[in-house]
C-alpha cells in the first residue's frame, strides 16, 4: 500500500491526471492508491481492452500520459490492441499490470502467466518490479516518475511503457509512511530534451549552474569526442572534475581530480567536500566509493544533473533530478558562449579538492616506493611509460581501477580503452588486438591472468592474417584478484574460497603464449616495465610482459594506500 501511494503521488508530479481501471484482485493495492487520491480523475471499465482503448483516447485528446490498470494474467492480454496502436500513433500510455509473485509462477496458479515483456517491441520502455520491500523503497519514485519520462520523452518519442508489479497476499493494508518527493511537488526526474542545436543552452539549466558555487563535473565513459568544453567550462567556474580514465586523458591540469575513489572514502574528507551541485557526463563510474559518495548527497539539497545525448538513465544510484538529452560537447559550448563572466571564478572550492588530490598523488608516490612490486604499483609504471600517441586498453575488473585510482598526471598521458558497457572481462585479449589494428601509436592490454586466458582463442591467427603488433602486460596472481576485496574470503573457508572465487588455473601463461607464438617476458620489479615495453617494440606480432604478484598482499596494499590517502587528504583540510 506504502509503495502504491508512492508511486501514484510521483505519476501526479510527474503530469498524470487520468487513469483508467479495469477491476480486479491483484492490483486492488494501486486500484485503491488511484482512487483515493482527488488529483487524479479516474475511470472504471469492466472490459480490459475496452479500458485500454478507453485510456488511449483520453490520452490522444490530451497528449498526457494517461496511467491503465489491469489485474494479472489474460487480463493483462487483453491489452495488447491498445499498446500497438499507441506505439504507432506515439500516445503516451501508462499500461500498469499487477502480476502474481515468483512462487505462483509455473506450478499452474490461477490467472498466472508470463508477463514480463508481454507486449514485445511496442513498448518504449519496460519495468519489471519484484515484490515491494524495504531494499527497494529508496527507489519508488524513481520508478514511477521514469515511467512518465520514457512515455512522454524517450528516445523514440512518445508511446506506451509498462510497468508489471508483482503483489503478494496480503494485498491490502494501512499506509503508515512514504517515501518523501523532491520538495514544492516536483517529479523526482525531469528530462530536458533538445534534439536540434541548443544555442542558446536550455534557461533551466543556465539558471541552474548559475545559481550554484560549489559544483562538480563526473564525467565516463569512452574517449569523449569533444572534452574541450567541459574542460573550459569546469576551469572557468572552478569546479572539479572526476573523470574515468577512458573518457578524458589524465593529463596535468588544476580541475582534473585523479585520486577522488581514495579521499573521498573517508566521511570526514567527504562531509568537507560537500557539493550543491553534482553534473554527470556520460555512463557511470564502476567505483563503489563514487557510486556512495552520489548516494550520500542524494538529498534535496544537493541536486544531480545527468547528460547524456543517448537519452539513457545512466543513474544506478537512482539519485538524478534532471536529465538531459543533448551532446555533452554541444551543451558546454553553448554555457561558455552564453555566460558572460570572465575566468575569474571564486576558486576556494576546487583549491580544497586541488590540495586533497596532489596530497594523495604525492603519499601514493611515497607509498609505492616502499611496496615497489604491487599491482597498484605495476599500473602506475605501465602508465607512466606510455605516451601520448599510445593506446592503453584495460581489462575491465582490477586493471582499470588500479589505471584510474593509482596512476599520476603526467603530459602525454596515453590513451585509456576498456570493455567497460556491462564490465565484463569477456574477449579483452581479442579487442585488445582490434583496437591494435587501428591505432597508429603503440597498443598495450593490461590485463589479469584469468581473464588472459578466458580468450586464448584471441592469440589463434590464420596463416594469411596479418597479426596486429601489441604487448599485454598480464598481472599473474594465480586467479581472480577482485573476489578478494569482497566479503568472500571472510564469510567461507579458506579452501572453499580458493576453489570457487581464487580459481587458481593449471596453465603457464608463458608456456601457452610461446606455444601460439608470442614473444614472452617475465619481469619481478615494475621499475623494469619500461625496458620491456621497448623490447616488445622491436618484436613484430604479439608480446607477452608477465609480472608475478600475490592476491593477499595486494589486499594489505590497497588497504594501506586507502588508509595513507585518507590521512594525506585529511591533513591538508
Not at 501508462?94 to 515483456?117: F, G, K, M, W
Not at 572514502?265 to 567536500?273: D, I, K, Q
Request: glycine share 8%; charged share 20%; with cysteine.
Amino acid at each position: 500500500m506504502e509503495f502504491s501511494a508512492a508511486f501514484v503521488d510521483e505519476w501526479v508530479r510527474s503530469g498524470v491526471r487520468h487513469a483508467v481501471i479495469a477491476p480486479g484482485s491483484r492490483s486492488s493495492a494501486l486500484a485503491l492508491a488511484l482512487l483515493t487520491d482527488a488529483r487524479i480523475d479516474v475511470s472504471m471499465r469492466l472490459d480490459e481492452r475496452s479500458a485500454a482503448f478507453f485510456a488511449l483516447g483520453i490520452a490522444l485528446s490530451t497528449m498526457t500520459p494517461v496511467v491503465m490498470l489491469t489485474t494479472s494474467g489474460t487480463a493483462a492480454a487483453e491489452v495488447h490492441a491498445a499498446v500497438i496502436e499507441s506505439d504507432l500513433a506515439q500516445v503516451p500510455l501508462i499500461i500498469a499490470t499487477a502480476d502474481r509473485p515468483v512462487e505462483l509462477h509455473d506450478v499452474h496458479a490461477p490467472q498466472t502467466v508470463r508477463q514480463s515483456n508481454l507486449f514485445a517491441n511496442a513498448l518504449r520502455y519496460f519495468l519489471d518490479l519484484a515484490v515491494p520491500s524495504e531494499e527497494t523503497r529508496p527507489y519508488w519514485r524513481s520508478f514511477a516518475s521514469r515511467l512518465v519520462a520514457e512515455a512522454t520523452k524517450g528516445a523514440k518519442g512518445a508511446g506506451p511503457v509498462q510497468v508489471n508489479i508483482a503483489f503478494r497476499e496480503p494485498i491490502v493494508g494501512t499506509v503508515e509512511s512514504v517515501p518523501e518527493g523532491r520538495p514544492d511537488g516536483a517529479p523526482w526526474h525531469e528530462v530536458i530534451r533538445d534534439d536540434e542545436s541548443i544555442t542558446p543552452p536550455p534557461q533551466r539549466i543556465v539558471d541552474l549552474f548559475d545559481s550554484k558555487q560549489r559544483g562538480v563535473l563526473i564525467v565516463g565513459g569512452a574517449q569523449l569526442a569533444d572534452p574541450a568544453p567541459i574542460v573550459e567550462y569546469a576551469e572557468r567556474r572552478a569546479w572539479p572534475i572526476i573523470g574515468d580514465a577512458r573518457a578524458i586523458r589524465r593529463t596535468p591540469n588544476r580541475v582534473l581530480i585523479g585520486h577522488a575513489d581514495q579521499f573521498l572514502r573517508s566521511p570526514g574528507v567527504t562531509e568537507a567536500l560537500r557539493p550543491e551541485l553534482i553534473v554527470h557526463v556520460g555512463t557511470p563510474h564502476a567505483s563503489k566509493t563514487l557510486m556512495g559518495w552520489n548516494e550520500r548527497w542524494s538529498d534535496e539539497s544537493v541536486i544531480h544533473v545527468f547528460v547524456d545525448q543517448t537519452g539513457g538513465f545512466a543513474d544506478p544510484e537512482r539519485v538524478g533530478a534532471i536529465f538531459a538529452t543533448v551532446a555533452p560537447g554541444r551543451l558546454f559550448r553553448s554555457l561558455l558562449a552564453s555566460d558572460a563572466r570572465s575566468d575569474d571564478a571564486p576558486s576556494e572550492w576546487l583549491e580544497k579538492w586541488r590540495r586533497c588530490d596532489d596530497a594523495v598523488d604525492r603519499e601514493i608516490e611515497k607509498a609505492l616506493e616502499r611496496m615497489p612490486r604491487s599491482e597498484p604499483a605495476v599500473a602506475r609504471a605501465l602508465f607512466r611509460a606510455l605516451n601520448a600517441s599510445d593506446t592503453l586498453f584495460c581489462s575491465s575488473s582490477m586493471p582499470v581501477r588500479d589505471i584510474e585510482w593509482f596512476a599520476g598526471p603526467q603530459t602525454g598521458a596515453p590513451r585509456v580503452l576498456a570493455n567497460r558497457g556491462a564490465n565484463g572481462i569477456d574477449g579483452v585479449v581479442s579487442s585488445v588486438l582490434g583496437a591494435a589494428k587501428t591505432s597508429s601509436g603503440r597498443t598495450v592490454g593490461f590485463v589479469g591472468d584469468l581473464a588472459f586466458l578466458h580468450d586464448l582463442s584471441g592469440l589463434v591467427w590464420g596463416r594469411n592474417e596479418e597479426v596486429p603488433s601489441a604487448t599485454f602486460v598480464v598481472i599473474d596472481n594465480q586467479g581472480g584478484g577482485i573476489f578478494s576485496f569482497l566479503d568472500y574470503p571472510s564469510a567461507v573457508e579458506p579452501a572453499t574460497f580458493e576453489r570457487g572465487f581464487g580459481t587458481p588455473q593449471g596453465s603457464s601463461i608463458a608456456q601457452v603464449a610461446r606455444a601460439l607464438g608470442c614473444h614472452v617476458q617475465s619481469i619481478e620489479d615494475p621499475g623494469a616495465l619500461s625496458g620491456a615495453l621497448e623490447r616488445s617494440a622491436l618484436v613484430s606480432g604479439i608480446s607477452i610482459v608477465i609480472v608475478a604478484t600475490d592476491r593477499d598482499e595486494n589486499v594489505e596494499v590497497h588497504r594501506e594506500l586507502a588508509r595513507a590517502s585518507i590521512e594525506a587528504a585529511t591533513s591538508v583540510l
